[in-house]
């Protein structure tokens, strides 16, 4: 099974904010550079709606639990939303909210007709079974049948997700509808209206404004070192397309530890979590390293790929990498994030970094409304120019407000949402 992130390292601090708090205030902080209407801003700062359901789950046992699922419509003023379901014990409504938040900023970071979506289950996907896992995922496709749809809320793989569990979302759905509707979730596989391309996809992002990051800040791609902490569908990818355009990838881990090599790491040779999961440390090389020690390396480039919050307070001051790339949904805490600003270390931020796998989603989604497949090189070749041009974008509005990249990409986000907003009002 391939999941889109399954590195699990602990946040090291127990006052970490929650993911609504870090995207309210980095929301705040943005709208302090953009000519835009406070009331605006106001109505961005809540979702539209977060439905709660609970989803029952016979086990393979006979007995009967009961789970929480959710899913948070953030924002669709410029279509409909569109974002992950996450399968985590710490899924909760406050999550929800702060990562559709995110997906809102990051689907018009990248210009897709999406607003902002998240959802998923409290529960550990370790635990269960794969037949208790389609049931749940079957019984929860049910309950939020009336929320979702292809032109009003778009699922897709995340946390503890992967293809077949939107195989069995999109199975669930089409029965109860009468009819085979591939275009309600994304991340399906190819054989069903899945897209070529969009399992690597968020990886390939990274990996891509890695290279551009690496050459605005005048490194060079070949003398470049790269850590990456996660090898999960994200890190994996990104680490190998890194590797294979000739940066020298140091370091990678997954959720037992690190591996790492001065020299560079034979990357191909490292299995991702979807091929061997966790087989990371039972790697040949010339030392080990803890999941905060990958984070203090020396390095060019580090890219946190693993889970939300592991750059805090606590360790900004010693991150020692010369340009953050965030792999993961919310790596960097606020606090942090201001840290790393007084100390000039430039951070990439997810919304526009990882903003791959939600672009193939758009590309998936438009193969299923047209019933037409792209070939592989036509969906790598566009996801290139979709992730240039939204660099370029973010780029201007640093160069022009000398800005940091995250407040940068709010402002290239928030500027198209506000427009939206503006030419359509407010009802009634
Ligand atoms: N879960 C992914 C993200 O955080 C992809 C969402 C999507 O494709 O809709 O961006």
Redesign the pocket.
């Known amino acids: 099974m391939s999941m889109?992130s399954t590195q699990e390292a602990e946040p090291d601090s127990p006052e970490i904010d929650s993911a609504l708090v870090t995207a309210r205030r980095q929301l705040e902080r943005a709208a302090a550079h953009v000519d835009v209407d406070e009331g605006v801003i106001e109505r961005l700062k809540h979702p539209t709606r977060v439905e709660q359901v609970s989803v029952p789950l016979e086990r393979d046992d006979g007995s009967v639990d009961v789970f929480t699922g959710y899913r948070a419509q953030h924002d669709d003023v410029r279509g409909p939303y569109?974002?992950?379901l996450r399968y985590h014990p710490e899924v909760n409504t406050e999550e929800c909210i702060g990562l559709s938040m995110w997906?809102t900023w990051?689907c018009a970071v990248m210009d897709l007709p999406f607003g902002g979506g998240k959802g998923g289950i409290a529960v550990n996907p370790k635990e269960l079974s794969e037949g208790e896992t389609e049931r749940l995922t079957r019984r929860f496709a049910e309950e939020l049948r009336a929320v979702v749809g292809p032109t009003k809320d778009v699922p897709?793989?995340?946390m503890g997700t992967d293809a077949q569990t939107m195989a069995w979302f999109m199975d669930a759905y089409s029965m109860q509808q009468g009819e085979t509707t591939p275009g309600v979730v994304?991340?399906k596989p190819p054989v069903i209206g899945g897209s070529y391309g969009r399992q690597e996809a968020?990886g390939r992002s990274v990996a891509i404004v890695t290279r551009e990051a690496i050459d605005h800040y005048d490194i060079g791609l070949e003398s470049a070192t790269v850590a990456v902490q996660g090898f999960g569908s994200v890190g994996a990818n990104a680490a190998r397309l890194l590797d294979e355009w000739g940066a020298s990838v140091v370091a990678v881990s997954d959720v037992n530890g690190a591996i790492y090599d001065p020299d560079g790491l034979d990357i191909e040779s490292i299995p991702t979590h979807e091929e061997e999961p966790e087989a990371v440390l039972e790697q040949d090389a010339p030392e080990t390293l803890t999941n905060e020690e990958i984070l203090e390396l020396d390095v060019d480039v580090l890219v946190p790929a693993a889970v939300g919050n592991v750059i805090s307070a606590e360790n900004a001051g010693d991150v020692a990498a010369d340009i953050v790339v965030e792999g993961a949904?919310g790596p960097t805490t606020f606090a942090a994030d201001s840290i790393l600003e007084e100390r000039g270390v430039p951070v990439i931020p997810d919304i526009l970094a990882?903003a791959g796998?939600?672009t193939v989603?758009y590309f998936e989604w438009l193969q299923d409304i047209n019933r037409r497949q792209w070939s592989l090189d036509r969906v790598q070749e566009e996801l290139e120019e979709h992730m240039l041009d939204a660099w370029d974008d973010v780029r201007g509005e640093v160069e022009a407000k000398e800005l940091t990249w995250r407040d940068a990409a709010y402002v290239v986000a928030l500027s198209r949402i506000a427009e939206a907003k503006a030419m359509r009002g407010l009802w009634p």
């Open positions: 889109e569109k974002g992950g997906m990051k897709a793989p995340d994304t991340g968020p949904n990882n796998g939600v989603s």
